[in-house]
């Protein structure tokens, strides 16, 4: 922002902000005050505002804009004046405190975030608890500022490093007790005003969550007696009563796993039991958000005492009422209570999974048999339900996780004898449709647990589903068709179902309600019973002769053709060949016919639908190849070829169709290998044409592929770096544009893909030609992309080149290319070591960082004694401090660091090292 801002000019733009009339004129007070926020002048006139208080939308901006200064450009002050606004932004609370909660959020997150950087405030606890403890009129905005100091301490909006917060996190421990003390004192003075104890249970818990308290500080404190008596008493509002849970499940989670935490621990146990007859009375009055609260109380004391319950069932901290409890909530009518629970049994199956004790598992296992019988009703759908479930219904995400808790739990308790209870409910015949669907889509998740050659009732459910009458209720049909989707390994083994079976499967294919239920189904039995479905194919070829007359979605048209060719590879190589043919003829008549006349005639007119169909087939074919004799299907891709071609220029400038269409040339290659050669010198040549004036980076993806397949022949590595040189001069262009990096990440990631194709294939070529210190410059710049997968392409890039020095030392290259990987690192070692210790220490997630130990790793094994000192070089050109003051790594944990590197065993010994290391500059 150019040019001094005056008061009223900001003024202005924040009343058009909230009252211009025109969303264009908001939007511009939007972008103006966005700019405003960035420069120096923000400081002042925030003050000024708040000072001024002419409205609250003023006073709420210049609270928000203090805070996001504080919070991102704290270094543009100069210590000198840290106290100075310090004691203004305290000025401000006290002024403003009765104006909006909102404004006073927003101060007390700006002194929060002062404080974790200000290093010359020292005890700023007591400070805060001295000045304002005493004084009711400001506990407020005292207790909000208590409430979010423990919160901000990691927060990654406040780069400080890990030494600044360990300083301040032991200085937070030290006054914890003061905390404790005053929020107890105000408990007793004030347990009337229902609004200041939700801010003392809100404060509590945030410094529960940072792990500080002493639990003997709260074990002795009346504020947990307080807590459950709120949670017990049937009046208690539900935003207390939400916030005393809140509080509980945080205490509940400090203590797990604690041994020193025991005498908290007994107490908390003994006080969620307590709470049962609360639970019920709940249920009684359908007061659902108490439900749920008390819900996630049990479930958190399960959790916590985990490995007490297994390790000492029915005694102390084991005691199994505390299963009692949650299956209690498992039986509420309502399935989000329920669900609630599901990550405790999931635990629990897991733990019980790896123990492997027979006599453990028959103790729980009642418990589980509870479990599996309430979710078999929590699946049942609504009996006015018309039609099947909705994908985007809550319903049926709750009866996915569902299914996959099941899948875990069906071992412990035995699946062929729960199969049988559910297999006579469904012998029995309900009158209730939903009771059949449910069970129906039960069986579906634990037949896999069977064994198909001992449970012979599998047959007479495979006959109760493709016997169901026409007018079954949809629902239950559909369960019906994923059932026998999962019934493939059955079906194998007893082929005289085979044909019923798809008989039915395909006659649903006809129902919109069923058809990618079938779709999916008929592909399941295919992938199981590939075999036998042969003498079935000219069925399945007729299905994929008719997939645009099928009321099926896109994907599950693909995920039959996925089906079919599985099949078709099992036949002799003659059907293959014909059947390949025949069903590419029918994709590629599709796009001729949108090519050259404006008239579908019924057939889709995206392109994309023709082309993704066409790579599933290449795709998921394969045929045996005679020695010396040409690829059986590559005359049929040559045929192709051109209207692929034609289909690629006609829709050059659309993203998504030059995709489609490289990822079918892509399986084709793939397809016929090397009886690709003939699409070599065409198809770069498009390529390349287009990219100069359309940069889709999926050309630089099929490049690579091109690269990978024939990098290695020496005919073909001239036209191969000629394309890679063609690429790369639009490629830098659009880089080096501003922000091009991070604008353009899917050019990075495969541009380096394909650079390390051919550092892969023809190492020497690449690294001996005139592009590639343009490729390494562009490397070197790209370290510090924060994207995972184009940060990935260009570490993996580095780290095969530096590779390529140290491999395959009996070839007759080797030494050329050592020492082509010495020029290079000779010239660039350095400020790559460096780059990538920047990197790590202020640009990339720590989650990224295994990327770049691989390549230091590299690094290390090539040239041990150049990398220690170029390590040692660029550790000391990191900033001993952060911009607000605070120290970042000392001298000794530099020197430890380095040490580390450098006696690292392995790559993952380093990532481990930069992870702890960086944290030091976050």
């Known amino acids: 922002m150019e040019g001094e801002v005056s008061l009223d000019s900001v003024y202005q733009a924040v009343q058009a902000l909230y009252h211009h009339p025109e969303p264009q004129g908001k939007e511009r007070a939007s972008a103006w005050l966005g700019e405003f926020q960035k420069s120096m002048f923000s400081w002042q006139i925030s003050d000024q505002l708040l000072r001024l208080q002419r409205d609250i939308e003023s006073c709420y901006f210049a609270a928000q804009t203090m805070k996001m200064k504080i919070q991102y450009s704290f270094y543009e002050l100069p210590p000198e004046m840290h106290s100075s606004l310090r004691d203004s932004l305290l000025t401000h609370l006290e002024s403003l405190k009765d104006l909006s909660q909102a404004i006073v959020t927003q101060l007390a997150l700006a002194v929060a975030d002062l404080a974790i950087q200000m290093t010359s405030w020292k005890s700023c606890v007591q400070m805060l608890i001295e000045k304002y403890g005493n004084d009711e009129s400001a506990l407020p905005f005292l207790l909000e500022i208590l409430t979010v100091l423990p919160e901000e301490v990691h927060s990654r909006s406040l780069r400080v490093g890990t030494n600044r917060r360990t300083e301040v996190i ?65 009046q208690t509002s539900s935003n207390l009563h939400e916030v005393a849970s809140d509080c509980v499940c945080a205490a509940l989670y400090a203590v797990e796993g604690l041994q020193e935490s025991l005498r908290l621990a007994l107490q908390l146990q003994e006080g969620v039991m307590a709470l049962e007859e609360a639970y019920h009375n709940a249920v009684a009055c359908e007061d659902m958000d108490k439900a749920l609260n008390y819900c996630r109380i049990f479930t958190e004391l399960a959790e916590t005492l985990l490995e007490m319950v297994i390790r000492s069932p029915g005694q102390g901290l084991g005691d199994l009422k505390t299963l009692n409890l949650i299956l209690n909530c498992v039986g509420h009518e309502q399935y989000e209570v329920a669900e609630i629970t599901f990550n405790f049994w999931y635990r629990l199956a897991e733990t019980l999974h790896k123990l492997k004790d027979p006599s453990v598992n028959q103790i729980f296992r009642p418990y589980f048999q509870r479990l599996t019988q309430s979710l078999t009703f929590h699946s049942q759908m609504d ?46 015949g309900s009158t209730a449709w939903e009771e059949t669907e449910a069970v129906l889509f039960i069986m579906t998740a634990l037949v896999k647990n069977l064994n198909p050659e001992k449970e012979l009732r599998l047959g007479d459910v495979v006959q109760a589903v493709i016997n169901l009458p026409d007018n079954t209720h949809l629902a239950v049909q559909h369960s019906g068709v994923q059932l026998l989707g999962e019934l493939g390994e059955y079906i194998n083994g007893n082929v005289h179902c085979l044909e019923p079976v798809l008989n039915f499967l395909t006659q649903r294919l006809k129902q919109r309600e069923l ?183 999926c050309f630089l993806y099929l490049g690579s592929i091109l690269v990978d397949e024939y990098g290695s022949e020496e005919s073909c590595m001239q036209g191969l770096l000629e394309m890679m040189q063609a690429f790369c001069g639009p490629t ?66 580095l780290q095969d080149l530096i590779h390529v020095a140290t491999i395959n030392e009996h070839r007759d290259d080797f030494e050329l290319r050592k020492n082509l990987v010495h020029g290079f690192l000779g010239e660039s070692g350095a400020l790559l070591v460096a780059q990538l210790v920047q990197a790590c220490c202020f640009y990339l997630v720590p989650s990224m960082l295994g990327n770049v130990a691989d390549v230091l790793w590299e690094l290390r094994i090539f040239d041990c004694k150049t990398f220690c000192q170029w390590l040692e070089d660029a550790l000391m050109s990191l900033p001993k401090e952060l911009p607000a003051g605070a120290i970042t790594a000392t001298e000794k944990q530099v020197t430890e660091f380095h040490k580390q590197v450098m006696c690292a065993e392995d790559a993952a010994m380093i990532g481990w090292s930069l992870m702890e290391f960086s944290g030091f500059y976050r």
């Open 170 to 234: 032991e200085d937070l421990a030290y006054h914890a007790s003061l905390v404790i003390g005053l929020l107890t004192a105000y408990m007793e003075r004030c347990s009337h005003d229902e609004k200041l104890v939700v801010k003392v249970f809100r404060c509590l818990m945030s410094w529960i969550n940072l792990g500080i308290l002493h639990t003997d500080h709260i074990a002795n404190s009346q504020l947990l007696v307080a807590l459950f008596q709120v949670l017990r008493h049937n």
């Open 383 to 428: 009996p006015d339900h018309e039609g099947v479930l909705d994908e985007a219904d809550d319903f049926f995400e709750f009866r996915l996780r569902v299914s996959d808790l099941l899948k875990d739990v069906i071992v412990l308790i035995g699946a062929s004898e729960f199969f049988l209870q559910l297999y006579s409910t469904l012998k029995e």
């Open 732 to 797: 830098f262009h659009l880089l080096e544009q501003p922000r091009g990096f991070q604008n353009h990440p899917d050019t990075v990631d495969d541009l380096f893909r394909l650079a390390t194709r051919f550092i892969q294939r023809s190492p020497v070529v690449l690294i001996q030609s005139p592009v590639m210190s343009l490729i390494i410059r562009c490397a070197l710049a790209a370290t510090t992309l924060n994207h995972r997968d184009a940060n990935s392409s260009v570490m993996k890039f």
């Open 515 to 697: 058809a990618n239920a079938a779709a999916k189904a008929i592909q399941s039995v295919c992938t199981m019973c590939s075999d036998p479905m042969t003498r079935h194919f000219e069925g399945l070829l007729q299905v994929a002769s008719s997939l645009d007359a099928l009321p099926i979605s896109h994907d599950s048209s693909i995920g039959l053709l996925r089906g079919i060719f599985l099949v078709l590879v099992r036949m002799p190589s003659e059907k293959i060949e014909e059947t390949f043919q025949r069903l590419c003829s029918m994709q590629v008549t599709a796009l001729k016919k949108l090519l050259t006349s404006d008239m579908t005639n019924g057939i889709s007119a995206d392109p994309a639908v023709w082309l993704d169909r066409l790579a599933a087939i290449f795709r998921h074919t394969n045929t045996v190849v005679v020695e010396g004799r040409p690829h059986p299907f590559q005359k049929v891709i040559q045929e192709i070829w051109p209207v692929i071609s034609e289909t690629l220029y006609r829709h050059q400038a659309d993203n998504r169709m030059a995709e489609r269409c490289c990822r079918c040339l892509r399986f084709a290659i793939r397809c016929v290998g090397k009886g690709s050669a003939m699409l070599i010198q065409p198809l770069v040549s498009q390529m390349v044409s287009v990219y100069q004036s359309h940069q889709h980076s």
